[in-house]
């Protein structure tokens, strides 16, 4: 069968040599993996798709195609002209979203959380070459929500657990710490610390930091504290986020320092007790609780930021919300040097001195694991990363990219999306004199005033006994369900599963059940870890309970 090829803006879309076997040829070379999304941008008549889907029911059932189009007139002529059949096939799915997040939103609505464990680019037709560059970032960030989805199961599984232990001892800080929202720097410029290996190099070309009338605040994440206080640095509010113990390290030598500091409400609830300052609290939802909206409707919960994953960003995020000027980067690299992996004075950086023998050289030996690579630095030098630390520079610049009082430094870090200023243009930033500038202790709090964090988020103002009184709460709806899982209460379905999504923080972390996925009561397994996570939870709440009476 011969005819005319289908040209498009001087490409070929089509041959005109029986297009349709040649679709179905490229359907059969496919080798097929289960649990796939089959990404084929273009498919205009919808040649090979039925050989496909066909193939995809044997093979891989549990794999899904993904058709896009760009082109307005060419969707169009697909939806005419591809088989009712496909379209109604649950395995297809047919758009025009050409945007990143409304594409996945749709695969998650299509075909649920991580149903998914890859994707593979698949091309029937010569369309893709009308807008090559498109679709290959389309295919390249659609892989890459699917990876942070596996990736936030993952640590879902592995420390939901200790997130809500985290939390409901951090409780009793809310009666003490007021809301971040009640911190304001006002319009005064911001420098972000980060502890990269290029903090070195501009903390010591920047000596004004040791006067403590500067107009610039400094915001550190705490991994930095040690490298500050070795050089005389007092930072006016510092980041806790790790939920960990091995973050006791960034505060080895700090104990008793006094200065300000902001505490998530899943971070080690010891990392509050170890700085002498001011805490503030804010709140990361690690996932969709129902615990959340109680917390918030008895006014427990401080004020939230969005998940970023690292302190570094949430640092960034916090330091957008606290003041209307410029926000400056040190140290947030991203990557590492043969040589360190964090600047001096760190924990990483003192146990490398610790450790070092004859036999005990201090390279940074993470320059030379399995998942290292080397990437091109802003200052176009060679450095290492690891696809953890691409992920979270990658979020950087979806997050911060687009907005221009964002700054970064030049050094050994990679390019974060923002505009790079060299060390000396950083300094007549930060300290140029602001108008009307007052002191820096006396500018730093104000317990009134919530601009410009967001004024509709009132203050915490929370007595102890209001405190008590959820958490009574959350004890009673335990031993409710713990009576009617044990059967020393008679069986009630409905009131059962509302008392199972009620405690949903008891099984959010099951490794089946992670990313939303409702509870099934017919799941004896289920039900069995449900009642053995009940016991723990309630003798911890009610030790928080005694804490606060």
Wanted: net charge neutral; aromatic share 10%.
């Amino acid at each position: 069968m011969e005819g005319r090829p289908f040209v498009r803006n001087g490409k070929t879309l089509l041959s005109g040599i029986d297009p349709e076997r040649r679709c179905q040829r490229t359907a059969d070379a496919v080798t097929l993996k289960d649990r796939t999304l089959y990404f084929c941008p273009s498919p205009l008549y919808g040649y090979g798709l039925s050989r496909f889907l066909t193939r995809l029911e044997t093979e891989a059932p549990g794999s899904a195609i993904l058709c896009i189009e760009a082109d307005s007139e060419l969707f169009e002529l697909a939806k005419k002209n591809i088989n009712s059949s496909i379209i109604d096939n649950k395995r297809f799915q047919l758009t025009d979203a050409c945007d990143n997040e409304k594409l996945y939103t749709l695969v998650r609505n299509t075909w649920g959380a991580r149903a998914f464990r890859r994707l593979e680019m698949l091309r029937f037709t010569g369309g893709w070459q009308l807008f090559p560059q498109w679709y290959d970032s389309l295919c390249e960030s659609l892989n890459r929500e699917i990876t942070t989805d596996w990736s936030n199961a993952l640590t879902m599984t592995k420390l939901g657990r200790l997130y809500i232990r985290n939390l409901f001892r951090n409780l009793t800080l809310v009666p003490q710490f007021p809301s971040i929202c009640n911190l304001t720097f006002g319009s005064s410029p911001v420098l972000v610390i980060g502890a990269g290996p290029s903090l070195d190099f501009f903390l010591d070309a920047l000596p004004e930091l040791n006067d403590k009338n500067h107009s610039f605040k400094i915001i550190c994440v705490d991994t930095c504290l040690g490298a500050l206080k070795d050089r005389k640095i007092v930072p006016d509010l510092t980041v806790i986020l790790e939920s960990q113990h091995w973050n006791l390290g960034d505060f080895i030598g700090c104990h008793g320092w006094e200065i300000l500091k902001a505490i998530d409400l899943s971070s080690l609830p010891v990392s509050a007790k170890i700085l002498s300052g001011e805490g503030f609290l804010f709140f990361t939802p690690w996932t969709s609780l129902r615990i959340f909206e109680r917390l918030k409707k008895a006014q427990l919960l401080p004020f939230s930021l969005p998940p970023l994953g690292s302190v570094g960003l949430a640092a960034v995020e916090l330091a957008r919300r606290l003041t209307s000027g410029k926000i400056i980067c040190a140290g947030l690299d991203f990557s590492f040097t043969h040589d360190l992996n964090h600047a001096r004075s760190t924990p990483g950086h003192r146990r490398k001195l610790n450790t070092q023998t004859r036999f005990q050289r201090l390279l940074n030996y993470a320059a030379f694991d399995i998942h290292s690579f080397p990437v091109i630095s802003k200052s176009d030098s060679s450095v290492c990363s690891n696809p953890a630390m691409i992920n979270y520079r990658e979020l950087f610049e979806k997050e911060f990219g687009g907005d221009p009082h964002i700054f970064d430094i030049e050094g050994s870090g990679l390019p974060l999306g923002v505009k790079t200023l060299s060390i000396e243009e950083a300094i007549k930033e930060l300290t140029t004199e602001l108008h009307g500038v007052t002191q820096r202790k006396e500018e730093v709090y104000s317990k009134t005033t919530s601009a410009p964090c967001e004024p509709k988020v009132r203050r915490l103002c929370v007595s102890n006994s209001e405190l008590i009184s959820f958490l009574e709460g959350e004890i009673t709806r335990l031993e409710d369900l713990r009576s009617i899982l044990t059967g020393e209460i008679a069986m009630d379905e409905q009131r059962l599963m509302v008392l199972i999504n009620e405690c949903d923080y008891l099984w959010a972390h099951f490794p089946d059940y992670t990313g939303g996925r409702t509870a099934d009561l017919q799941d004896i397994s289920f039900l069995k870890r449900i009642s053995a996570e009940i016991d723990p939870m309630l003798k911890l709440i009610r030790q928080m309970e005694a804490q606060n009476q």
